[in-house]
């Protein structure tokens, strides 16, 4: 296994989930701000069903840069976290993202760019439009 630094694992973590057609995918720099993480990447699906596909997608895709130490809530597909080390992932079911709100409690940490496709940037009828 090569050796990758976290920001090129959260970068990868980011492409995954715009493969799996997440919603809004963010890269926060928490470097020196926690001490469990480096970066912590957040975005949503539109369905218990879609955040599922998207956590598999960003496993599938990370497996030979990083080992997932820690998969909690993949069961109910509200709110799952997938647990690499350096980097911490977030994947909310639809409006859950607003409700937990984890973007706020880091409102001084750095984001990194990510360019994001038009049709998968958060907007108010993102979670009730189809998915294709």
Known sequence: MEDYTS???ARA??????DKKAIEPVIIDV??????ADFLVVCS???DRHVDG?????????????????NEGQANGQWVLLD????????F???????YNIEALWKDAPR???????ELRLTDESYDEPMF
């Not at 079911?93 to 607003?98: A, I, L, P, S, Y």
């Open 84 to 91: 690499y080390g350096d980097v911490v992932v977030h994947i």
């Open 45 to 47: 699906g539109r369905s």
């Open 112 to 118: 990194l760019d990510v360019d994001i496709p038009a």
């Open 7 to 9: 920001e090129q694992v």
């Open 13 to 18: 973590i980011v492409e995954a989930a715009i």
């Open 93 to 99: 079911n639809g409006h859950k993202r607003t409700e």
């Open 31 to 36: 470097r020196g701000k926690c001490d469990y």
């Open 54 to 70: 998207i956590s598999v997608g960003i496993d599938n895709e990370v497996v030979d840069m990083r080992t997932c130490i820690s």
